[in-house]
C-alpha cells in the first residue's frame, strides 16, 4: 500500500529508481536495519512460543538465532513476528519477514508456486493422530467414521484425505484457524482425533488437562520435512540462510559446542580451521565474515544442542532424536562439508 | 452565480478564462479525478503483477480448475476431495449464504420483538429488553462466537448419547440429527403446489381488498394463506402417491466406542458449528436491530397511536396497521447497514472452524499461494452481497417513502 501510494504520487520518473531499490538484496537489507525478521510459530512448545516475559524458545526461533549470529555476531538481532498457519507464506512473500522459521512442511508446489525456497531440513516430521486412550483404539486404521480436528491452512488437511481415502475410511474434518481452538474442540470431544505433525502432538499434548489420558497413535501418515524458507530469487541471501543450517549440523558433527569451541578453535584439526575461520576465506565468499560459523556455535550450539534444549528426551516434549540424529549416528541429518 | 455570469462574460476574452466557468470547471476537476484514479488502478495492476512475476508466484485464475483435495464438513452442493478449488469455493460462498440469509431472518424477528419489548409499559419486559441491547451489543461479536460456541453448545450429550425431542429430533456434540427427506418419483407436484398456491394467494388477497373496500369487512387472509401454502402441498403429496420417505438418523449404542453413535450418512446432521456462529450473529446483530426499531417507533408522533385508539383500533392493530407502516420509513435504512454488517460478520466462522467462505478460500489460498486472486474472489463476493442487499433495500425504502399527495 505504502508503495502504491508513492509510486502514484512521485510519478514514473523515479519508478525504476524505486524498482531497482527494491531488487537490493535482503541479505543488505538486514545489514542496513542491523536484525533479522524472522517468521515463527506464535504457540507450539519446543519450536516457537513466547513466554510470559515474551521471551522466545524453540529450535525454529534458535534457528533465527543462528542467522542473526552468522551475520552480526549477536544472537539477540532478531525481531520475532509470530505467524499462523495462513498468515505466513504471504508475509514472506510480501517481505513482512526475511525469513520463515516456522515448522513449515517442504512440499514441491511451495517450491514451485509460491515463489519459495527452502534452505533444507531442520526436523524430519510426520504426520500423526492423538486420540484419548479410553476409546479403545492403537491403530489409526480403526479411525474409520470419526470426526478429526485440525487446522486450517496447513499440508494436514490434505494428507489426511488421502490417507481417508486411500484406506477407503470415511471421517469428517473440522478445521479451525488457531492450534488453541482445535485443542479445546478435541478436549471438549467434538472430535474424536487431533492431527498434525506428530512434533506438534506431543507439544499441544502438554497443554491438555491431563495429558496422560491420550495417546499417539503409531501410524505416521506422511514425510514432513520441517525447514526455514525463504523468497526467491535472492541468492545471497538463500546461500547465508542455507549455510547457517549447515553449519549447525556440521559444528555437532565436529563435536564442537557452545562451551568448547573455544578451546578447540586452537586444534590442528583441518576441518575445525576451516569451520571456525581460521583457515580458508569461507565466511567472505557468502557476505559475511569468516568466523561466521565460530559466531554461531559460540551464541546458539550446534544441532544437537539446540534439539536437546527444547524437544530432546530431557526437556517436557520428550522426542528422540530419530531421524534427526547424524547421518553418522542412525539418523539422516547430513550436511555438505564446509571446504 | 455572480462568479458564473463574470465567468461566461470574460470567456471570450483570455484564453484561461474558460476556467471561470463553473460547470466547464466541475466537468474539468471530475474528468482529472476520474483519470487520476485509473492511473492510479493500473499502476496497482501493472505493479502487482511485475512483482508477482519477480518473485515466481504464479498468477491467474486456473488454479480453480485444480483438484482440492481436502475435505470439507457441510456441502450444500455434491462435493468430495476430489473436486476442484472452484467447487471447494463455491462450497464455502453456499455456505456463507445459508448462515447469513438465516441470520438476517432471526436477527430481524428478534430484533423486532426487542425493539418493540423494550417501548413495552410493562416495567419488567422494558427492562429486561434493555438489559438484552446493552449487554449484546457491549461485547465484542468474536468472544460471543466462542461463548456460543465452546461454553453453551459443550453442555449437551457427547458423541455416544444423544437427547431426543419429539421422538425424531436428536441432539448431541455432533450436532442437531434429524429425518432427511428423500424424494421419489413425483415428488415434483409437491413443488409446483407452492407456485399454485402462491397464484391462489394473490388472486385471493386482489378480492379481499375489494371486498374490504366495498364492505369494510377484512376476511380472514391469514388463515387463507396458511390454509392454501399447507393443505395444497399436503393433497399433491397424497395425489402423487407419497413420493417423499424418510431416511432416519441412525444411532447405535453397542459395538466398539468408535462406531457408536449417528452413523455418517444417516438422517441430515445440522453441525453445532453452524448453530454456534448463527446464533451469536443473530443475537448480535438483534441488539442493534432493537435500537433501529425503537428510534423508528419513537419517530412516530404519539398523536398518531392516540388517534388509532380513538378511532376504536386495538393495541395490536394499531401498532401494525398505523405506527409500523410510519415507522418503517426511518427504519429501513439502518436496517439495511445491520443486514450488511451481519454478512460481512459471518466471516468469523473461521474461528468455529465453520466453513464458510473465508474459511474454505483461506485453505484454498494457503494450498495454491494464489494470495492475490483468492482476496479479489472475496472481495467480489462481498461486494456483490453488500450491492445487492442495499439495492433490495432501497427498493423496499422507495415503496414505504412519504408520497406527497
Redesign the interface.
Known sequence: MK??IA??VIGAALTAASVSAALAGTLDDVKAKGFVQCGVNPSLIGFGIADEKGEWSGIDVDFCRAVASAIFGDATKVKFSPLN??ER??AL?SKEVDLLSRNTTWTM??DS???LMFAGVMYYDGQGFMVRK????SSAL??????V?TQ???TT??N???YF?SHNM?????????NE?VL??YE???C?AYTTDASGLYAERLKLTSPDDHMILPEIISKEPLGPAV???DDPWFTVVKWTLFALINAEELGLTKQNIDEKKTADSPEIKRFVGVEGDFGTGIGLTNDWAYKIVKNVGNYGEIFDANIGPSTKLGIARGLNNLWSKGGIQYAPPIR | MKSGRSGAVSAGRHPLAIFNNPTFRGVFFQLVFVAGLG??VW??IQ?TAHN?Q?????AGYGFLERTA?????QTMVSYS?ASSYGRAVLVGLLNTLLVAGLGVVLATILGLIVGIARLSSNWLVAQIATAYVEIIRNIPLLLQLFFWY?AVL?SVP??REKWTLFGVFHLN??GLHAPRPVFGDGAIWILLAFPIALGIAVFVSHRGKQRFERTGRRPPLGWIYAGLFVLLPIAAFFLAGRPIALDMPQFSETG????RGF???SGITVI??FFGLLLALSIYTAAYIAEVVRGGIEAVNHGQTEAAYSIGLKRGQTLRLVVIPQALRVIIPPLSNQYLNLTKNSSLA????Y?DLV?VG??V?????Q?VEMVSIWMLFYLGMSILTSLVMNYWNKRVALVER
Open positions: 508503495r502504491f509510486s502514484a498457519a495462513k507464506f504471504t512473500q508446489s511451495r508456486s509460491l515463489g479410553d476409546l479403545g483404539i480403526e479411525l474409520s467414521g470419526a470426526t480436528c486450517t491452512g496447513t488437511e490434505l489426511l484425505a488421502d481415502r470415511e471421517y469428517k474434518v473440522l478445521a479451525f484457524e488457531k481452538e479445546k474442540a471438549d470431544k467434538r474424536e523468497r526467491q530469487g | 492511473w492510479i499502476d496497482l505493479n508477482l519477480r518473485a515466481n508466484i504464479a483435495g481436502f475435505g470439507i464438513i476431495e465452546f459443550r457427547g458423541m456434540i455432533g466398539p466406542l468408535l462406531k452413523k455418517a450418512g453445532p458449528e473461521v474461528a468455529v472452524a466453513p474459511s483461506g485453505t489460498l494457503n494450498q495454491t499461494g494470495a
